[in-house]
């Protein structure tokens, strides 16, 4: 049983302070979770709860946060079987008491329900993977990495979020990672000779001036080559647009001309028949339903279509869009819900209809690796969580690297068969 809760203030990769929550069983384990935060927020996400007090950390303390956890949290868990997790998150959302956790915040609750799994896990003596997806998980995810960031993750001039590769042709994870790292070096070298800046994004990923997006697309090609693999077939691309962040007043602001979700959406299937691009996340903004189910019945067919800020791992928003036909996948992060059980909910409400589901991180991320574990457990098939640069990025690829050793054999690496829309 859970025996004490402990909580502290401590700082993520871009420098702001975020929660790490400590839990102590009764039979002696220890475990602790950290709380990642997001920049391209969904308006639908539960809630952050900071401080506000501007004389520290520009209002960005979490020590209310920290307090909500030794005070309320915790108290209100102790003597709870760890290895209860419903009970144990049913009874956070109930002592929070509000719709969107805004009382005692999401990241307070986030980091004991979190620390609370690992205390089981541990207790179990089972790697947190086993212990929460069972003898069957088996099988690791696709690394969707961010090589060139934009949009709200760069000071550049590109609209765009996220450029990802995805290293779909290795036979391995490990040999994965090798693939999306070669390509990550030769597109810094490429980017070098042309005088572009090689400076990072906040998810590791180089951040130059372009001409247009369709640059970068065009320079991950060139990359992929130059490191010696093949596009299409070795590495393909994925996007994410993070539309919402560029849509005001009914349009999106793309390219600085003023534009319909049809003619995004035919800029988007353009790309489609011309890059080997299998995943577009947030192509159109989170109030666009009308927007999503258009797109999704235009080229739900070809491409992974995935809601974030749309459905903010929230599995009343993804009934809605399953019952609309909106997009055809989910991207799940952790804090947009704030329990390990909701969000646990939202991939299996997904992977029962038919949707894909994948495990992400956040723009300001910590050392915690439990998504890594978690893309395992849910056999999710797909995760994104960075470039592979970046303590804070490479924390959960590394993880990935000694589940997959720690599986031996057992280990299977899905490549392309991770989307079954196109290799079905
Ligand atoms: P965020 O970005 O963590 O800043 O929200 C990640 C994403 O949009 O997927
Ligand atoms: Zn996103």
Redesign the pocket.
């Known amino acids: 049983a859970i025996d004490t809760i402990d909580a502290r203030e401590i700082l993520d990769s871009r420098g702001n302070p975020t929660v790490e929550v400590e839990v102590l069983l009764e039979d002696g384990v220890v475990a602790r979770a950290a709380v990642p935060s997001?920049?391209?927020?969904g308006a639908f996400e539960a809630y952050e709860l900071r401080d506000g007090d501007k004389g520290r950390y520009g209002g960005k303390g979490v020590e209310k946060a920290v307090a909500a956890v030794i005070d309320e949290l915790g108290p209100a868990v102790e003597g709870i079987d760890a290895a209860d997790q419903r009970i144990v998150d049913a009874t956070l959302i109930a002592t929070d008491g509000s719709e969107n956790k805004s009382n005692l915040g999401a990241n307070a609750i986030l980091g004991v329900s979190l620390a609370v799994a690992k205390a089981a896990a541990a207790s179990a003596e089972l790697p947190l993977f086993r212990y929460l997806g069972g003898p069957n998980a088996h099988v690791l995810p696709v690394p969707m990495m961010n090589v060139i960031n934009g949009g709200?993750?760069a000071d550049s001039n590109v609209d765009i979020?996220?450029f990802m590769i995805l290293p779909v042709g290795a036979d391995s994870f490990r040999e994965a990672i090798r693939a999306g790292v070669e390509t990550y070096h030769a597109l810094k070298g490429l980017m070098s000779k042309q005088g572009l800046s090689t400076g990072l994004g906040d998810e590791g990923g180089f951040a130059p001036n372009l001409s247009s997006n369709r640059a970068a697309l065009d320079l991950l090609m060139e990359a992929i080559q130059s490191a010696g693999y093949t596009p299409g077939k070795d590495i393909v691309l994925a996007l994410?647009v993070?539309s919402t962040e560029f849509f005001a007043d009914g349009a999106y602001t793309f390219e600085s001309q003023k534009k319909s979700a049809a003619e995004m959406s035919a800029y988007y299937a353009d790309l489609v028949a011309n890059y080997p691009l299998v995943s577009i996340?947030?192509p159109l903004a989170e109030d666009d339903w009308e927007g999503w189910t258009t797109l999704t019945q235009e080229v739900g067919d070809k491409v992974q279509l995935v809601g974030?800020d749309l459905f903010v791992t929230n599995p009343e928003r993804l009934a809605k869009g399953l019952q609309l036909g909106a997009a055809n996948s989910i991207?799940v992060k952790v804090n947009q819900i704030g329990t390990l059980t909701e969000t646990l909910d939202a991939v299996a409400l997904a992977q029962r209809n038919g949707y894909t589901a994948i495990l992400?991180h956040?723009?300001?991320e910590t050392e915690d690796t439990t998504i890594a574990d978690l893309a395992v457990a849910t056999d999710a098939g797909l995760i994104?969580t960075g470039a592979p640069a970046r303590s804070e990025r490479v924390a959960k690829y590394n993880q990935l690297l000694r589940i997959e050793e720690e599986l031996g054999e057992a280990a299977v690496y899905p490549g392309l068969a991770a989307f079954p829309r196109f290799s079905a």
């Open positions: 997001g920049a391209s927020t709200a993750h979020q996220e994410d993070a996340e947030d974030d991207l992400s956040r723009s300001g994104k």
